[in-house]
């Protein structure tokens, strides 16, 4: 029987990297969203690889319809194994400025998300025995920039319950870890930019190599498909003993 994940935000950027990389290797695959197409999505992906897939438009803000994307993974493909909490959300702005709504917004999305989905998916990882909670981060999650405070903040929050899982699950065979990507260039990235241009009053060019791939040693942005193959490997049982760790993939930025 194959495997089965649910990746949140997988139907753009960094999570459809990830759920196209995962349905090659035979997933099921759960994808999550709220683009209009996502059902479409979900569908091409299963015809191409030849894997069950379904979508969910569950709203993360709610954290009683992550409870029930998890209850509907659970009941469409029969187990679980593999949870990536990948939807993410940006805003950029000093912080006299900062919307109240924006930060809260962000911390629910990008933290507290990622918290309702592992605790509905914990009964049934303790279960079968088996569990691989995969959440990505950022290296903002390991160092801070400016203009970025609930960002910050909230990855942050997620590397420590990273911490958290991966104690509380290793009795059970569940592993939790974190991948922490420098800059990717994804729909959200591509917000940042013009975010950034306007804070530092620069030209988007000048953002691109002044601000975000500065801090990196290698100038480029990171391959979705390098962050796909981290999970992957993060997923199988190879990883039996690989927990609680953060996978820094950001071009040697936190080696500094």
């Not at 069950?52 to 194994?81: H, P, R, W």
């Not at 917000?191 to 801090?215: F, S, Y």
Request: include cysteine; glycine fraction near 8%; aromatic fraction near 8%.
């Amino acid at each position: 029987m194959n495997k089965t994940v649910l990746i949140t935000g997988s139907t753009s950027g960094i999570g459809l990297g990830i759920a196209t990389q995962f349905a090659q290797k035979g997933y099921n695959v759960m994808f999550n969203g709220l683009e209009a197409n996502g059902a479409e999505i979900a569908t091409n992906i299963a015809t191409k690889y030849r894997v069950k897939t379904s979508f969910s438009n569950a709203n993360l803000l709610d954290k009683n319809q992550i409870e029930a994307l998890v209850k509907e993974t659970i009941q469409t493909f029969g187990s679980l194994e593999v949870l990536i909490n990948n939807a993410g959300i940006q805003h950029v702005s000093p912080i006299e400025a900062f919307s109240s709504e924006k930060y809260e917004n962000i911390i629910a999305i990008n933290m507290n998300s990622a918290f309702y989905a592992s605790k509905a998916a914990w009964k049934q990882m303790k279960a079968q025995k088996f569990g691989r909670i995969i959440n990505i981060a950022s290296v903002h999650g390991l160092r801070a920039s400016e203009f970025k405070v609930a960002y910050v903040t909230a990855k942050h929050g997620v590397i420590g319950m990273t911490k958290v899982l991966a104690l509380e699950g290793a009795p059970f065979n569940i592993n939790a870890n974190a991948i922490c990507p420098g800059y990717v260039k994804t729909p959200l990235v591509e917000g940042q930019i013009k975010d950034q241009a306007i804070a530092h009053q620069m030209t988007e060019d000048e953002v691109v190599q002044k601000v975000m791939l500065k801090k990196q040693a290698v100038k480029e942005f990171v391959p979705i498909s390098v962050i796909a193959e981290t999970a992957l490997l993060l997923a199988g049982e190879a990883s039996a003993t690989i927990t609680g760790t953060t996978f820094a993939l950001d071009g040697g930025w936190s080696a500094q």
